[in-house]
Protein backbone atom coordinates (compact mmCIF):
# COMPACT_ATOMS: atom_id res chain seq x y z
CA UNK A 1 0.00 0.00 0.00
CA UNK A 2 1.33 3.23 -1.09
CA UNK A 3 2.29 5.81 1.60
CA UNK A 4 -0.80 8.45 0.87
CA UNK A 5 -3.71 5.35 0.75
CA UNK A 6 -2.22 4.27 4.39
CA UNK A 7 -2.81 7.74 5.51
CA UNK A 8 -6.24 7.46 3.70
CA UNK A 9 -6.71 4.35 5.32
CA UNK A 10 -5.64 4.87 8.89
CA UNK A 11 -8.13 8.55 8.73
CA UNK A 12 -11.01 6.30 7.70
CA UNK A 13 -10.49 3.52 10.24
CA UNK A 14 -10.14 6.20 12.93
CA UNK A 15 -13.34 7.82 11.45
CA UNK A 16 -15.29 4.76 11.37
CA UNK A 17 -14.20 3.94 15.44
CA UNK A 18 -15.14 6.99 16.40
CA UNK A 19 -18.90 6.90 14.74
CA UNK A 20 -19.16 3.24 16.27
CA UNK A 21 -18.48 5.09 19.58
CA UNK A 22 -21.26 7.64 19.63
CA UNK A 23 -24.20 5.26 20.01
CA UNK A 24 -22.26 4.15 23.03
CA UNK A 25 -21.33 7.38 24.54
CA UNK A 26 -25.41 8.71 23.43
CA UNK A 27 -26.27 6.00 26.06
CA UNK A 28 -24.37 6.53 28.55
CA UNK A 29 -25.11 10.37 28.56
CA UNK A 30 -28.93 9.61 28.60
CA UNK A 31 -29.02 7.12 30.91
CA UNK A 32 -31.38 6.73 32.86
CA UNK A 33 -34.24 7.82 31.43
CA UNK A 34 -36.82 5.70 33.65
CA UNK A 35 -36.76 3.83 37.33
CA UNK A 36 -33.90 1.42 37.55
CA UNK A 37 -34.14 -1.79 39.86
CA UNK A 38 -31.69 -2.38 42.52
CA UNK A 39 -31.76 -6.21 43.90
CA UNK A 40 -30.96 -7.11 46.94
CA UNK A 41 -31.08 -10.84 47.61
CA UNK A 42 -31.46 -10.57 51.11
CA UNK A 43 -34.32 -9.37 53.79
CA UNK A 44 -35.33 -5.95 54.18
CA UNK A 45 -33.93 -4.36 57.17
CA UNK A 46 -31.18 -5.86 57.11
CA UNK A 47 -27.43 -3.98 56.63
CA UNK A 48 -27.11 -4.79 53.17
CA UNK A 49 -30.40 -4.08 52.45
CA UNK A 50 -30.10 -0.65 54.51
CA UNK A 51 -26.85 0.47 52.64
CA UNK A 52 -28.46 -0.37 49.37
CA UNK A 53 -30.87 1.53 49.76
CA UNK A 54 -28.70 4.63 50.78
CA UNK A 55 -26.95 4.28 47.57
CA UNK A 56 -30.03 3.90 45.72
CA UNK A 57 -30.94 7.21 47.21
CA UNK A 58 -28.38 9.31 46.26
CA UNK A 59 -28.25 7.79 42.64
CA UNK A 60 -31.82 8.81 42.52
CA UNK A 61 -30.98 12.52 43.45
CA UNK A 62 -27.66 12.47 40.86
CA UNK A 63 -29.74 11.22 37.76
CA UNK A 64 -33.36 12.21 38.10
CA UNK A 65 -34.72 8.73 37.80
CA UNK A 66 -35.78 6.50 40.59
CA UNK A 67 -33.38 3.98 41.67
CA UNK A 68 -35.71 1.97 43.81
CA UNK A 69 -34.59 -1.32 46.14
CA UNK A 70 -36.36 -5.00 45.62
CA UNK A 71 -35.43 -7.22 48.10
CA UNK A 72 -35.39 -10.83 47.12
CA UNK A 73 -34.31 -13.04 50.21
CA UNK A 74 -34.01 -16.82 50.31
CA UNK A 75 -32.01 -19.61 49.13
CA UNK A 76 -28.79 -17.97 50.86
CA UNK A 77 -29.10 -15.31 48.57
CA UNK A 78 -29.87 -17.54 45.22
CA UNK A 79 -33.17 -16.26 44.83
CA UNK A 80 -32.41 -12.69 44.38
CA UNK A 81 -29.20 -13.44 42.49
CA UNK A 82 -30.93 -15.86 40.28
CA UNK A 83 -33.47 -13.19 39.18
CA UNK A 84 -30.69 -10.25 38.46
CA UNK A 85 -28.88 -13.21 36.12
CA UNK A 86 -32.24 -13.22 34.30
CA UNK A 87 -32.32 -9.60 33.69
CA UNK A 88 -32.19 -7.68 30.54
CA UNK A 89 -28.44 -6.61 30.13
CA UNK A 90 -29.70 -2.60 29.72
CA UNK A 91 -28.73 -0.96 32.88
CA UNK A 92 -31.76 -1.12 34.68
CA UNK A 93 -30.72 -3.74 36.53
CA UNK A 94 -28.52 -3.79 39.34
CA UNK A 95 -27.73 -6.01 42.16
CA UNK A 96 -26.06 -5.46 45.43
CA UNK A 97 -24.45 -8.84 46.86
CA UNK A 98 -23.02 -10.05 49.81
CA UNK A 99 -20.30 -13.02 50.24
CA UNK A 100 -22.95 -15.67 49.49
CA UNK A 101 -22.60 -14.41 46.13
CA UNK A 102 -19.15 -16.05 46.13
CA UNK A 103 -19.36 -18.87 48.83
CA UNK A 104 -22.65 -19.90 46.87
CA UNK A 105 -21.15 -21.61 43.90
CA UNK A 106 -19.31 -23.86 46.16
CA UNK A 107 -21.93 -24.09 49.14
CA UNK A 108 -24.94 -25.48 46.99
CA UNK A 109 -25.16 -28.87 44.30
CA UNK A 110 -27.03 -26.55 41.96
CA UNK A 111 -27.35 -22.31 41.39
CA UNK A 112 -29.50 -20.36 39.35
CA UNK A 113 -26.34 -18.09 38.37
CA UNK A 114 -23.09 -18.36 37.20
CA UNK A 115 -21.07 -15.85 39.06
CA UNK A 116 -18.51 -15.62 36.26
CA UNK A 117 -20.72 -16.36 32.89
CA UNK A 118 -23.76 -14.22 33.74
CA UNK A 119 -22.74 -11.12 35.74
CA UNK A 120 -20.00 -7.29 35.07
CA UNK A 121 -18.72 -6.29 37.99
CA UNK A 122 -19.21 -2.52 38.70
CA UNK A 123 -17.69 -2.04 41.69
CA UNK A 124 -17.20 -3.47 45.52
CA UNK A 125 -18.93 -1.14 48.02
CA UNK A 126 -18.00 -1.77 51.24
CA UNK A 127 -16.92 -4.51 53.50
CA UNK A 128 -18.10 -5.91 56.58
CA UNK A 129 -15.44 -8.04 59.51
CA UNK A 130 -16.11 -10.94 61.11
CA UNK A 131 -14.80 -10.47 64.64
CA UNK A 132 -13.80 -13.56 67.11
CA UNK A 133 -14.88 -13.07 70.52
CA UNK A 134 -15.00 -14.91 73.87
CA UNK A 135 -16.64 -15.12 77.20
CA UNK A 136 -14.82 -13.04 79.86
CA UNK A 137 -14.42 -16.93 81.55
CA UNK A 138 -12.25 -17.81 78.41
CA UNK A 139 -8.57 -17.51 79.68
CA UNK A 140 -7.38 -15.99 76.68
CA UNK A 141 -6.39 -12.06 76.51
CA UNK A 142 -5.00 -12.94 72.61
CA UNK A 143 -5.28 -14.85 69.36
CA UNK A 144 -2.10 -16.44 70.39
CA UNK A 145 -3.43 -17.21 74.00
CA UNK A 146 -6.51 -18.25 72.71
CA UNK A 147 -4.76 -21.07 70.78
CA UNK A 148 -2.61 -22.19 73.45
CA UNK A 149 -5.73 -22.98 75.59
CA UNK A 150 -7.64 -24.70 73.32
CA UNK A 151 -4.51 -26.46 72.11
CA UNK A 152 -4.65 -27.38 76.19
CA UNK A 153 -8.51 -28.47 75.98
CA UNK A 154 -8.83 -30.03 73.27
CA UNK A 155 -12.51 -31.11 72.32
CA UNK A 156 -13.85 -29.40 74.81
CA UNK A 157 -14.86 -26.19 73.44
CA UNK A 158 -16.80 -25.80 70.33
CA UNK A 159 -17.33 -22.03 68.13
CA UNK A 160 -20.74 -20.42 67.78
CA UNK A 161 -21.37 -18.51 64.25
CA UNK A 162 -24.37 -17.16 62.59
CA UNK A 163 -25.62 -19.90 59.57
CA UNK A 164 -23.84 -22.34 57.53
CA UNK A 165 -21.81 -20.86 54.93
CA UNK A 166 -21.22 -17.44 56.25
CA UNK A 167 -17.86 -16.20 56.49
CA UNK A 168 -18.11 -15.93 59.95
CA UNK A 169 -18.31 -19.93 59.96
CA UNK A 170 -15.87 -20.00 57.36
CA UNK A 171 -13.23 -17.31 59.25
CA UNK A 172 -13.80 -20.38 62.37
CA UNK A 173 -12.97 -23.42 59.81
CA UNK A 174 -9.66 -21.61 58.92
CA UNK A 175 -8.73 -21.15 62.25
CA UNK A 176 -9.68 -24.73 63.58
CA UNK A 177 -8.02 -26.20 60.28
CA UNK A 178 -4.55 -24.00 60.10
CA UNK A 179 -4.28 -24.07 63.96
CA UNK A 180 -5.39 -28.08 63.91
CA UNK A 181 -7.70 -27.57 66.83
CA UNK A 182 -10.65 -29.46 68.09
CA UNK A 183 -13.39 -27.36 68.15
CA UNK A 184 -16.53 -28.06 66.10
CA UNK A 185 -18.82 -25.31 64.71
CA UNK A 186 -22.51 -24.34 66.38
CA UNK A 187 -24.56 -22.75 63.84
CA UNK A 188 -27.36 -20.00 64.95
CA UNK A 189 -29.39 -18.19 63.09
CA UNK A 190 -28.54 -15.40 62.80
CA UNK A 191 -25.22 -13.19 64.98
CA UNK A 192 -27.83 -12.01 67.64
CA UNK A 193 -28.40 -15.52 68.78
CA UNK A 194 -24.57 -17.17 68.36
CA UNK A 195 -23.69 -13.91 70.57
CA UNK A 196 -26.37 -14.76 72.90
CA UNK A 197 -25.17 -17.81 73.65
CA UNK A 198 -21.32 -16.61 73.71
CA UNK A 199 -22.78 -14.40 76.57
CA UNK A 200 -24.58 -16.90 78.40
CA UNK A 201 -21.07 -19.23 78.23
CA UNK A 202 -22.82 -21.76 76.35
CA UNK A 203 -20.38 -21.63 73.69
CA UNK A 204 -17.84 -19.25 74.97
CA UNK A 205 -16.15 -18.85 72.04
CA UNK A 206 -17.96 -17.30 68.91
CA UNK A 207 -16.58 -15.95 65.42
CA UNK A 208 -20.11 -13.64 64.49
CA UNK A 209 -20.13 -9.98 62.34
CA UNK A 210 -18.92 -6.94 63.78
CA UNK A 211 -22.69 -4.84 64.37
CA UNK A 212 -24.15 -6.88 66.70
CA UNK A 213 -21.28 -7.18 68.93
CA UNK A 214 -19.84 -4.03 69.09
CA UNK A 215 -22.20 -3.37 72.23
CA UNK A 216 -21.01 -6.49 73.89
CA UNK A 217 -17.33 -5.56 73.60
CA UNK A 218 -17.30 -1.86 74.46
CA UNK A 219 -19.79 -2.83 77.63
CA UNK A 220 -17.25 -5.92 78.54
CA UNK A 221 -19.44 -8.63 78.21
CA UNK A 222 -17.19 -10.08 75.45
CA UNK A 223 -13.52 -9.76 74.88
CA UNK A 224 -13.04 -9.10 71.01
CA UNK A 225 -9.35 -11.11 70.14
CA UNK A 226 -8.86 -10.24 66.13
CA UNK A 227 -11.14 -8.81 63.28
CA UNK A 228 -10.80 -10.96 59.63
CA UNK A 229 -10.21 -7.80 57.68
CA UNK A 230 -6.95 -7.13 56.34
CA UNK A 231 -7.56 -3.57 57.88
CA UNK A 232 -8.68 -2.83 61.39
CA UNK A 233 -12.50 -1.79 61.80
CA UNK A 234 -13.74 1.76 62.04
CA UNK A 235 -16.31 0.06 64.40
CA UNK A 236 -13.64 -1.23 66.60
CA UNK A 237 -10.47 0.12 66.18
CA UNK A 238 -8.42 -1.35 69.17
CA UNK A 239 -8.84 -4.66 67.65
CA UNK A 240 -6.45 -5.94 66.03
CA UNK A 241 -6.62 -7.83 62.35
CA UNK A 242 -5.81 -11.44 62.49
CA UNK A 243 -2.91 -11.04 60.43
CA UNK A 244 -1.68 -8.63 63.59
CA UNK A 245 -2.69 -11.11 66.23
CA UNK A 246 0.20 -13.71 64.07
CA UNK A 247 -2.33 -15.38 61.65
CA UNK A 248 -1.86 -14.18 58.04
CA UNK A 249 -3.54 -15.18 55.03
CA UNK A 250 -6.91 -15.85 56.96
CA UNK A 251 -8.99 -12.89 55.82
CA UNK A 252 -12.71 -13.65 56.14
CA UNK A 253 -14.58 -10.58 55.40
CA UNK A 254 -18.25 -9.84 54.04
CA UNK A 255 -17.59 -8.16 51.09
CA UNK A 256 -20.89 -5.99 49.52
CA UNK A 257 -20.58 -5.64 45.59
CA UNK A 258 -22.70 -3.93 42.97
CA UNK A 259 -23.25 -5.95 39.42
CA UNK A 260 -25.19 -5.71 36.59
CA UNK A 261 -26.19 -8.46 34.04
CA UNK A 262 -23.41 -9.39 31.50
CA UNK A 263 -23.52 -7.55 28.23
CA UNK A 264 -24.51 -4.10 29.84
CA UNK A 265 -23.35 -1.21 27.86
CA UNK A 266 -19.52 -0.76 29.46
CA UNK A 267 -20.19 3.28 29.38
CA UNK A 268 -23.16 2.71 31.46
CA UNK A 269 -20.62 0.15 33.87
CA UNK A 270 -18.60 3.15 33.36
CA UNK A 271 -20.69 5.79 34.76
CA UNK A 272 -22.28 3.17 37.73
CA UNK A 273 -18.89 2.97 38.54
CA UNK A 274 -18.19 6.71 39.01
CA UNK A 275 -21.29 7.29 40.67
CA UNK A 276 -21.31 4.55 43.16
CA UNK A 277 -18.22 5.32 44.28
CA UNK A 278 -18.95 8.74 44.59
CA UNK A 279 -21.71 7.98 46.74
CA UNK A 280 -19.91 5.21 49.24
CA UNK A 281 -17.05 8.18 50.08
CA UNK A 282 -19.99 10.69 50.85
CA UNK A 283 -21.66 8.03 53.24
CA UNK A 284 -18.35 7.14 54.65
CA UNK A 285 -17.66 11.05 55.02
CA UNK A 286 -21.08 11.67 56.61
CA UNK A 287 -20.38 8.01 59.73
CA UNK A 288 -23.24 6.53 57.64
CA UNK A 289 -21.27 3.38 56.99
CA UNK A 290 -19.73 2.92 60.15
CA UNK A 291 -22.73 2.61 61.79
CA UNK A 292 -23.97 -0.29 59.96
CA UNK A 293 -20.75 -1.63 60.62
CA UNK A 294 -19.17 -1.44 57.33
CA UNK A 295 -15.72 0.21 55.48
CA UNK A 296 -15.40 1.51 52.25
CA UNK A 297 -13.84 -0.48 49.59
CA UNK A 298 -14.52 0.83 46.39
CA UNK A 299 -12.47 -0.47 43.41
CA UNK A 300 -12.77 -0.59 39.63
CA UNK A 301 -14.75 -3.17 37.48
CA UNK A 302 -11.57 -4.90 36.87
CA UNK A 303 -9.98 -4.97 39.83
CA UNK A 304 -13.61 -6.33 41.72
CA UNK A 305 -13.66 -8.72 38.45
CA UNK A 306 -10.45 -10.19 39.86
CA UNK A 307 -11.64 -10.01 43.87
CA UNK A 308 -14.23 -12.76 42.44
CA UNK A 309 -12.54 -15.28 41.15
CA UNK A 310 -10.01 -15.13 43.92
CA UNK A 311 -13.09 -15.17 46.38
CA UNK A 312 -14.66 -17.98 44.78
CA UNK A 313 -11.65 -20.36 44.97
CA UNK A 314 -10.71 -19.04 48.14
CA UNK A 315 -14.18 -20.17 50.00
CA UNK A 316 -13.88 -23.39 47.54
CA UNK A 317 -11.11 -24.62 48.91
CA UNK A 318 -11.75 -23.95 53.05
CA UNK A 319 -15.56 -25.51 52.00
CA UNK A 320 -13.93 -28.68 50.80
CA UNK A 321 -11.53 -28.99 53.28
CA UNK A 322 -14.39 -28.61 56.12
CA UNK A 323 -16.57 -30.67 54.58
CA UNK A 324 -19.24 -28.15 54.41
CA UNK A 325 -22.54 -28.21 52.64
CA UNK A 326 -26.12 -26.15 52.49
CA UNK A 327 -27.91 -28.72 53.47
Not at 71 to 82: D, L, Y
Not at 161 to 185: C, N, V, Y
Not at 303 to 318: H, S, T
Amino acid sequence: MKLPHRRQFLHLAAGAAALSALPRIAEAQAYPTRPVRVIVPFAAGGPVDVLARLIAERLSTKFGQQFFVESQAGAGGNIGMGAAARAAPNGYTITIVGPSFVVNPSLYSKIPYDPIKDFAPVTLAAVSANVLVVHPSIQASSVKELIAFLKENQGKYSFAHPGRGTTAQLSGEMFRLSQKLDIGPVSFNGSAPAIQSALGGHTPIAFTVITPAVPQVKEGRLRALAVTTPKRSQALPEVPTLAEAGLSDQEADSVLGVLVPAGTSQSIITLLNREISSAITQLNAEGRLVTLGFDPIVNTPEEYAVRIRADIQKWENVIRAANITAE
